[in-house]
């Protein structure tokens, strides 16, 4: 199991099949719990939504495109930026800017209507692009006995 | 906002950083909420897990990569191909079929050893690319109040 994995494999490539639109054009720290967004979906892929609208909770996959080409990062960090907080590992953060900047959010689906998806509590800046919507499942993406570090609290 | 999105946007392409083993050649039906699996980091990025073993969950993302290239699929599908469920939009799915293969799954973290992860609950077969690891945040990825259509209950 100590083998290193090739690091570019073919085809791991992305299509945006959507952006972001929230008139929010700086990553500036806002409650993002509040903001409302719309998702506009590719029109190619209006039917590949049919039916989401039963759920109340969707799970958007955003390219964090402002996190890219930002040069070499350190691999250990303070979460948040927060020099209070104990350094850690950048994978044991959710900053953007880690080895593939793909964001997942949790957010409430407000509306669909036809290609364009209303949500709220998605932390992206407009024009982000989308490269995935997946349906929030309880029971597969639910834990009720999570257990974290205290630092967590202080986020 | 009901411009089309370039599909192709510079840099969108994915580095594997790691690899999941548990022995699972073939994607058969399985309980795969028992399955043991390890994920190997590329060592590299050793240090970026440091404090990951605080946590008793993390989302792996994951590169469904058999289900590349295997030509047009329809818009909608019976969810896990269940002839009696009704047909919903493929992105109301969880299936690995879908614009962009990446799949998301929330596991326990039973272990962390270096760069390598021992898992319990990752539905990927042996060999799949491993694009991401982020820690579980139930403030951030739990919903307690989830509503889903009757038909997930007979998945």
């Not at 099949?17 to 903001?35: C, D, L, S, T």
């Not at 209006?46 to 990062?73: P, Q, Y």
């Not at 994978?91 to 509306?111: C, D, E, H, K, Y």
């Amino acid at each position: 199991m100590g083998i290193e994995v090739a690091n570019e494999l073919p085809g791991m490539h992305l299509k945006a099949i959507g952006i972001v639109r929230n008139g929010i054009k700086q990553p500036v720290k806002q409650n993002w719990e509040k903001v409302v967004s719309h998702i506009v979906i590719n029109s190619s892929l209006t039917e590949a939504l049919d039916g989401l609208e039963e759920f109340s909770h969707i799970i958007v996959l955003c390219w964090m495109h402002r996190a890219v080409a930002n040069g070499e990062k350190p691999i250990k960090v303070h979460p948040m930026g927060k020099q209070e907080l104990p350094v850690v590992g950048r994978l044991v953060t959710r900053s953007p800017s880690r080895p593939n900047p793909v964001g997942i959010a949790t957010v409430r689906l407000l509306q669909r209507r036809g290609n364009i998806l209303k949500v709220q509590g998605l932390d992206a800046i407009d024009g982000t692009p989308v490269i995935d919507i997946k349906p929030y499942i309880p029971g597969y993406d639910s834990v009720t006995d999570a257990k974290v570090p205290s630092w967590i609290n202080n986020l």
